[in-house]
């Protein structure tokens, strides 16, 4: 592998709407600024793998959270699925977000990003487990 170009791990996160159009209520809580916001608000947190180190990475990042946060995507699936149309909830096999015309796994494969896993949480979700305590 070349010098300065690493395989690995990369844990890319997204918030919708960007923190700079959120209106909320602010709070000062032991000298840390809290926004509590006043509309729903989601978050994507999409764990990749590459073969090197991609100079668009955090771009592909942003753009693999928006899809997240969008289409609620159940299981990362595999990029051999075939495509189950609007109802598809695995992440690979769903029509990408920004562009319908190819699934997802379709955009990432030329990326040299692999998808391992994803995380979508909207602000305020309890878990279940928490919730059963």
Known sequence: ???GKQAGFSLLGVFLPSAASIQGTVLLL???LILLPSESWYAALVVCETC???ANLQDVGRRLGQHVVGMAPLSVGSL???P???TETRMLSQPYLLDPSITLGQY???QGVSVVDFVR???GEVEEAAEAE
């Open 1 to 3: 592998m070349e010098r």
């Open 121 to 123: 949480f909207e602000c």
């Open 52 to 54: 090197e180190q991609s």
């Open 30 to 32: 032991q000298g840390d």
């Open 108 to 110: 990432v494969q030329p």
């Open 80 to 82: 051999d699925d075939e």
């Open 84 to 86: 189950g149309g609007e």
